[in-house]
């Protein structure tokens, strides 16, 4: 069974999106306070599974379709 990461890996070039842990950690923080004293304690409330770094707005539009097709939230 394909898995929506998949797909997504197979729909868009490697070129535009990162499943690297070290920077699935870097894009898992913000600057919210409860966020801040979490990761202050080892733990992180949220980990994505793939970054997306877009560089057009085409590449957007055509994320945001496929994730609507796929019920994948964004």
Known sequence: METWLTAFKQAF???IWR???DELDFYSLD???RV???HQT???PYRPEV???ARFPE???K???WANQQGVPV
């Open 13 to 15: 070039p490697p070129e």
């Open 51 to 53: 970054v997306f770094h």
């Open 19 to 21: 499943d690297n842990p």
């Open 42 to 44: 080892g733990q992180s």
């Open 59 to 61: 590449q957007v539009s």
């Open 63 to 65: 994320l945001l379709a």
């Open 36 to 38: 801040t004293k979490l």
């Open 31 to 33: 600057a919210c306070p």
